[in-house]
């Protein structure tokens, strides 16, 4: 089951940790959903969803700071004897010395952050939902081009790094070489990063490692993109037929989500990166209304009721 590390958290997000007592190594967060614990706060801990990062805003805050002393005891207590991640306190909130000294005790952190409450919690469940998405590793190269996120794939040797190569030297961004890790953040969103070790490498047969980052700059490069399209390399052959006009289009399955493929024949002298291009400009103006395809269709469809219509008139 995916998790993330309480410390990678706490260095993402700008938190202060208001319990460094606590060994933070050992806390990891496996929901991606958050809580802001009112309820509990109130009393009722029915349904009480302590294995999630719990919110702690203005009225939450105010709530607690009007308890009388005895309750705020029996409340702190409660709250904090559940196996919570930790706890985080918003518009930099300062706990009183009760809450952290229960907390301390029962071996929950507490965080502290400058942010609003609805900023913060609409940053922090977008960040936890792509870092605990499932994910999948594949082979395969992933570009940015013009905005587009191509996966190409194909068979070892087939010239998949050397297209990127080709790519990045006309202005386009590599996201990885090789090995992509592909995590599902919707039902619509498939996002490719790099594992770390690879990150901003491409391997060339004959050649060796090569640093993108290092020899085309930081503008060569990004950590992640959504993948919109993948075009799959594969060896020309004289016996099988291919889609000329794109009809109707072919899609590849990815955690179940389905995404657009163009199966691209290679041949010596074919131009690999322009094809890249053109396939993602063209990918990019169907999702903005126009369609080639549909385009001749109309225009052979015009064309032939004209003729038919000059006949008749014969």
Same mark, same amino acid.
Request: aromatic share 8%; charged share 30%; hydrophobic share 40%.
């Given at each position: 089951?995916?998790s ?9 997000m ?6 460094p ?9 496996? $929901?991606?959903?958050i809580n802001r ?8 801990f ?9 919110i ?11 308890l009388p002393e ?5 409340i ?13 306190f ?8 009760l809450?952290?000294?229960t907390?301390?005790?029962?071996? $929950? ?22 870092q ?7 082979h ?9 996120? $191509?996966?190409i794939?194909?068979?070892s040797?087939?010239?998949?790094s050397e ?12 996201v990885?070489d ?14 490719g ?5 690879t990150?901003?490498f ?6 060796g490692?090569?640093?993108?980052? @290092?020899?085309y700059? $930081? ?6 993109? @959504? ?18 006009l ?14 657009v ?8 002298g ?13 990918h ?6 126009y369609?080639?395809?549909q ?16 006949e008749?008139?014969d």
């Amino acid at each position: 089951m995916p998790s993330v590390k309480m410390e990678k958290l706490v260095e993402k997000m700008k938190l202060v940790n208001l319990t460094p007592e606590l060994d933070i190594t050992k806390v990891k967060i496996k $929901v991606p959903d958050i809580n802001r614990p009112a309820l509990q706060i109130a009393g009722y801990f029915e349904h009480f969803e302590a294995v999630r990062l719990q919110i702690i805003g203005f009225v939450e805050y105010t709530y607690m700071q009007g308890l009388p002393e005895a309750r705020k005891r029996e409340i702190y207590k409660r709250l904090l004897s559940y196996d919570i991640p930790a706890i985080v306190f918003c518009r930099e909130l300062q706990p009183d010395e009760l809450f952290l000294k229960t907390a301390i005790e029962s071996n $929950v952190m507490i965080l502290q952050t400058k942010k609003a409450t609805s900023s913060f919690t609409a940053e922090i469940i977008r960040w936890l939902n792509v870092q605990l998405a499932p994910c999948i590793s594949i082979h395969g190269v992933l570009v940015d081009v013009f905005g587009e996120g $191509v996966l190409i794939t194909g068979e070892s040797g087939i010239g998949k790094s050397e297209a990127a190569l080709e790519l990045i030297k006309r202005g386009h961004r590599l996201v990885t070489d090789d090995a992509v890790e592909i995590r599902k953040v919707s039902d619509d969103t498939l996002v490719g990063s790099a594992p770390e070790v690879t990150r901003h490498f491409i391997e060339l047969r004959g050649i060796g490692i090569i640093d993108v980052k @290092t020899l085309y700059g $930081v503008s060569s490069v990004k950590d992640t993109q @959504t993948i919109d399209l993948v075009i799959h390399f594969e060896d020309w052959n004289k016996e099988k037929e291919y889609d000329r006009l794109g009809l109707e289009e072919e899609y590849v399955e990815y955690l179940g989500n389905k995404v657009v493929c163009h199966n691209i024949p290679i041949r010596p002298g074919r131009n690999l990166a322009v094809i890249c291009e053109s396939a993602a400009i063209n990918h990019r103006q169907k999702k903005m209304g126009y369609n080639a395809t549909q385009e001749l269709y109309r225009r052979v469809q015009e064309s032939l009721l004209h003729g038919n219509d000059e006949e008749e008139d014969d």
